[in-house]
Each structure stands twice: as structure tokens, then as C-alpha cells.
């Protein structure tokens, strides 16, 4: 299931890669991700996925929206 998620405070290229691998090592594919959207596209298998997303996405400075 693909979700899109509106992140605060990315800003350039870096953040895309830095957000896609933290998701990534978190264990949900990330689909895409664009700075100048401000949002990231993963594709989870369900819901419960979620607070690992956010924790992750948390981790490195940001917040989704």
C-alpha cells in the first residue's frame, strides 16, 4: 500500500537521501522522495508500519505533517 507523507523541514537533495535511507533501515521501501514537494512516498504493508516511519523520520531531525 503506497502512502504519502508531507514532511516538515526537508529543504535539499541531502535530506531526500538521508530521509530514504533512515525509512529504509527502518524496514518500509521508500518509493520516492521530493525536497521540493516536501514529501515522501513508501510503500508499506499495513498501518502498523507507521510508528517506525514517524520514529524514524523523527530520528534524523524532521516530522511528518
Known amino acids: 500500500m503506497k502512502k504519502t507523507l508531507k514532511i516538515k523541514g526537508m529543504h535539499?537533495?541531502?535530506c531526500e537521501i538521508l530521509l530514504k535511507e533512515a525509512i529504509?533501515?527502518?524496514g518500509t521501501?521508500?518509493?520516492s522522495a521530493s525536497q521540493t514537494k516536501g514529501e515522501i512516498v513508501v510503500d508499506m504493508k499495513g498501518e502498523n508500519e507507521m510508528p517506525a516511519i514517524r520514529k524514524a523520520i523523527?530520528?534524523?531531525?524532521y516530522s511528518v505533517v
Open 12 to 14: 535539499c537533495a541531502s
Open 24 to 26: 529504509e533501515e527502518a
Open 29 to 31: 521501501k521508500v518509493v
Open 58 to 61: 523523527e530520528k534524523e531531525g
